[in-house]
């Protein structure tokens, strides 16, 4: 049971922090707010002299004369592909390159948005702060780059399959099948099969998917990453682990896809992520690069 001492402790310390929470809300509401709403004026008013040079008929010509008058009157040097944001922020803030960074990364995100210099503050807000606008946009950026060079190795594995890879021939009952050549956006065909009086036939041959596809691709080259980590160091077994791949299943369809070895995996990993043989082992690169993506 707290004693008269403690609880007079207690309400002594919760006086000092009540009065200073009061203080740092009347902080925030006269310096850190006011500063916020004045910073995105500023970035509007900003905004609306670099519409003011893009409407006019001599935009060269204000450019040229923006760029001389820094270089002359405060000897900061601009490139010529400097775009006309990030040269008016340049120009009023006479700032280092980050901050001029940020504030033109801002105003060019909100034009790409259709937002103009008229709704610029509404739009700052709405997105939460400058730092939240300028996160989402580099996460956006970032999503773009992954989904491109997740499509750029699709594409390696692709044409890596149909030049070099040669794993049987199907015989079909009606002659050989040609739904995937039916289907413009498919360049592979994807069938059932099972073993039937000790053989492997296909029972059934899948209507063409560009998304059942890419799926299979994927599971192809998953299963290619975790055959060239496959060195007794332990990654191959961390690799499966993580991406629920059964080691043995990986042996078996190594062997059934003629990859005799861990070598000629890093090999066909190499291709997938567009790597010449030369290079350093896949082994320090590609591989390592896959495992990393799992760690």
């Not at 519409?51 to 923006?66: G, N, R, T």
């Not at 946009?137 to 594409?155: F, G, H, L, S, Y």
């Not at 015989?171 to 050989?176: L, S, V």
Request: aromatic share 8%; proline share 1%.
């Amino acid at each position: 049971m707290a004693s008269v001492k403690n609880k007079a402790v207690l309400a002594d310390v919760i006086a000092e922090a009540d009065a200073l929470c009061a203080r740092h809300d009347q902080y925030v509401e006269q310096f850190v707010t006011r500063a916020n709403d004045e910073l995105y004026a500023m970035l509007s008013d900003m905004m609306r002299v670099q519409e003011h040079i893009v409407a006019s008929d001599c935009e060269e010509y204000i450019i040229k004369s923006l760029r001389r008058t820094l270089r002359e009157r405060w000897d900061i040097k601009t490139q010529k592909n400097t775009s006309v944001t990030a040269l008016v922020v340049r120009y009023i803030t006479r700032g280092n390159r980050q901050l001029v960074h940020n504030y033109a990364r801002t105003i060019d995100t909100a034009i790409a948005a259709g937002i103009t210099s008229a709704t610029l503050v509404d739009y700052i807000k709405q997105q939460g702060s400058i730092d939240a606008l300028r996160k989402k946009t580099v996460d956006k950026a970032r999503q773009q780059q992954q989904t491109q060079r997740a499509q750029i190795m699709q594409q390696n594995l692709a044409r890596y399959l149909i030049d070099n890879k040669r794993v049987g021939k199907i015989e079909f009952a009606n002659g050989t099948s040609k739904l995937a050549a039916g289907a413009a956006d498919c360049k592979f065909s994807v069938n059932l099969s099972t073993f039937i009086d000790g053989e492997e036939r296909v029972v059934a041959s899948i209507y063409p998917c560009s998304f059942i596809v890419d799926y299979c691709l994927g599971l192809y080259k998953l299963a290619c990453e975790a055959a060239a980590m496959d060195d007794g160091s332990g990654k191959f077994y961390e690799f499966c682990k993580a991406n629920s791949l059964n080691m043995d299943v990986v042996h078996r369809w190594m062997r059934d896809n003629n990859i005799a070895s861990r070598g000629d995996a890093e090999n066909l990993v190499r291709a997938i992520y567009g790597q010449e043989p030369e290079q350093a082992p896949a082994s320090e690169t590609a591989a390592n690069e896959a495992y990393a993506l799992t760690a």
